[in-house]
């Protein structure tokens, strides 16, 4: 009777051990933000700056810039999810093509956009992957 213990503990040791490795392979072809910022321009693929505070008045169109890395050559799509006050006011599902990838989304600002604005970056499963916050006056 003991031994039928240990030999069950033994195998339920080695699926337990199946299990996370199944797990952990499957997490390695996960998506990774390398640089995520809401920027007022993109020249050559990159962002210029970085906003945390700006004036409506100050800008017609904000971008969410988006480096990702990937260790599976997988196609993919990534989503943007912009809210104003915790209300959503766009959604852009974005392709991920590569192992790295850069993209972005654009937003226009409205002349009565003050308020608190965070960008969501949600992958194809709707799992949250990085927000940016920032302050329009």
């Known amino acids: 009777m003991r031994v039928r213990k240990l030999l069950l503990l033994a195998g339920l040791l ?37 906003v945390r505070r700006i004036s409506s008045t100050s ?7 988006t480096r990702l890395s990937a260790s599976k050559d997988e196609d993919t799509t990534i989503k943007h999810v912009w809210y104003k006050n915790d209300e959503v006011v766009g959604e852009y ?3 991920v093509k590569g192992q790295h990838w850069r993209t972005y989304s654009r937003k226009q ?14 992958d194809s499963e709707g799992n949250l992957l990085k927000t940016v916050k920032f302050r329009m006056n």
């Open 93 to 95: 599902e974005l392709p």
């Open 59 to 65: 800008v017609k169109a904000l971008y969410c810039f």
């Open 109 to 122: 600002v409205e002349k009565v956009a003050a308020g608190d604005w965070r960008v969501e970056v949600l």
């Open 14 to 50: 080695v699926l337990t051990n199946c299990f996370f490795s199944v797990c952990a392979t499957a997490d390695a072809g996960a998506l990774k933000i390398t640089e995520m910022a809401v920027t007022t321009k993109i020249v050559k693929g990159n962002p210029i700056d970085s």
